[in-house]
């Protein structure tokens, strides 16, 4: 029990530090939702009722005002970190929950843009990360590939980058979760396997040179 006590709090210290880094005034900010959720809620509480109700109300909900800011900030940071690295996208996917299967860098090419494939309740969604010049003939060729194993599931295509008609790094979970739902979970299981076969009939994929991003842990802790 105490070993994870301190597991936590050493996690809980060094995702601060992270996240002060990219946001200096941390301490402000968590202070300022402490301080500003405990005193709407204390004050009315306090005059309808007594100081001790105020207080043992007003406090959990500071608590988790100040919590909820500070892990929006800590998203952030990690997101900040990992961004602009090659797979940074695909290291983002792997860290959500709620059944996304994603393989990453099923196509690569000598400039590191990359294509990952995501597996999901809306069917297949090939994510790229690169110029949209370079991404967007490697994502109708991966398309191609991919209709014709699964020619029944929805296939969606998503740029990552800071390019008009792309989505930021930070708008990617959101952008999943608001396709629509096709596929239920066994099905999900079913596209994913047959895909994985192809893909290793094939030969494996390329995988880019360099370290891939590590900081999707960083991602993880932070959901």
Known sequence: MLTKIRSTLSSLAQNWKMTQKA????????GGFFLGAGLIVAIPVFFFLNTVTAILVALPISLLAATFWFSRRAMKAAYRQI???PGAAAAVIQSLRGGWMCTPAVSVNKNQDMVSRVVGK????LVS???SSRVTAMLANERKKTARWVPEIPIYEIQVGDEPGQIGLTK?????TKLPRNLRGGEITSVRRRLD???TAGGG???????MPTSSRSVRRQR
């Open 172 to 176: 990617l979970q959101k952008q999943l």
């Open 197 to 199: 076969a192809v893909s």
């Open 129 to 131: 990360e690169g110029p």
């Open 23 to 30: 946001y200096p005034a941390l301490w402000l900010e968590v």
């Open 83 to 85: 961004e602009g690295q």
């Open 205 to 211: 994929l390329p995988i880019p040179k360099g370290p």
């Open 122 to 125: 809306p069917g297949v969604i």
